[in-house]
């Protein structure tokens, strides 16, 4: 009993106990300088720093070859060119912009500009960030619309009337079109609810773009893996397509089939920022899946010339009679 006790209290002291490792100090670790520190907090903020690369897309910007106390002279950057950010400043001075950034071209071409002017007249030096730069127009969005809602009718109106395929309306067994379209609108309305609830986050990735959906945050990362299913998908619809039609019926759906996309891109990234696209997109969802499966899905085929059949019967090709 009492080496019992005393093992118990060893214990009681052993778990009483703990060694405190003091961390080694690391002055090089976080030992930054203030400019350093602003830098990283102007960064989270404006999603960009020194040493970030832009390109210009307005026809020229003026640049001061001093801030704006000591300015004398004004030198101009035109479109396509690409700049670097050099330095960053503040004019607490200033009524309209405080903030004032110094780019430069080259050694010799180099100036200060405030920060509204600069984000207006470029764009991120990266193929993605210009891609999106592109389709977030807002006029362009708004004459796209026109354009392909009165061509896509037009289009419409002349293949129906030769009775040739496209897509929701007289379409063909493959349901690769179908669910090229279905992504195409939800990726747009996905698209316009980012912008609409997450705009700072829709920000960073404009200056920050990836690829890779594990990369980024939920809701960037279902957005980029549905880009990536409608490249999958659009290749998939075009073999399915060529493989079922002859080559004049291929082209006349694949174009029907890109109007009909174009269409859902425009009206669904429009409508969604008004929160009628919503609404819209489960409409659409149930009509596409009803169209396809009640007009253009033929689960059997003749057993005697393989022609697609919607039901059993008597065969419309060669008319034989096909049962269970």
């Not at 203030?34 to 960009?48: A, P």
């Not at 040739?164 to 939800?186: E, G």
């Amino acid at each position: 009993m009492v080496k019992v006790k005393y093992i118990l209290l060893l214990a009681a002291a052993l778990l009483l106990t703990a060694c405190y490792n003091h961390r080694q100090h690391t002055p090089d670790a976080w030992d930054l300088t203030r400019q350093q520190l602003d830098s990283i907090s102007f960064s989270t903020t404006h999603h960009y720093s020194q040493n970030y690369n832009f390109v210009v897309s307005a026809s020229s910007l003026p640049l001061a070859d001093a801030l704006p106390d000591m300015a004398f002279d004004t030198l101009y950057v035109t479109s396509g060119e690409r700049i670097v950010v050099a330095d960053i400043t503040t004019v607490p001075t200033d009524t309209i912009d405080s903030v004032w950034v110094k780019v430069a071209r080259d050694q010799i071409t180099q100036g200060w500009i405030r920060e509204s002017e600069l984000l207006q007249g470029v764009s991120p030096d990266d193929p993605i960030s210009q891609f999106i730069d592109f389709f977030s127009n807002t006029h362009l969005l708004i004459f796209m619309a026109f354009c392909v809602i009165v061509g896509g009718a037009y289009a419409m109106r002349r293949l129906l009337r030769r009775k040739a395929y496209i897509v929701h309306f007289n379409d063909i067994d493959s349901f690769y079109p179908t669910l090229l379209c279905v992504l195409v609108a939800s990726s747009a309305t996905l698209y316009a609810s980012i912008q609409t609830f997450a705009p700072e986050s829709w920000r960073h990735f404009y200056y920050h773009p990836s690829l890779n959906p594990f990369a980024l945050p939920m809701h960037l990362g279902i957005f980029v893996a549905s880009v990536w299913a409608i490249i999958i998908v659009g290749v998939a619809a075009v073999d399915d397509v060529l493989h079922r039609l002859s080559a004049s019926d291929a082209m006349l759906y694949l174009a029907g089939l890109a109007a009909v996309c174009a269409v859902d891109y425009v009206v669904f990234s429009i409508f969604t920022l008004y929160y009628v696209g919503y609404l819209l997109l489960v409409a659409y969802l149930c009509y596409s899946l009803q169209r396809y499966f009640l007009h253009a899905h033929y689960p059997y085929t003749c057993g005697h010339c393989g022609a697609p059949l919607r039901r059993l019967g008597r065969c419309p090709q060669c008319g034989k009679e096909n049962v269970r």
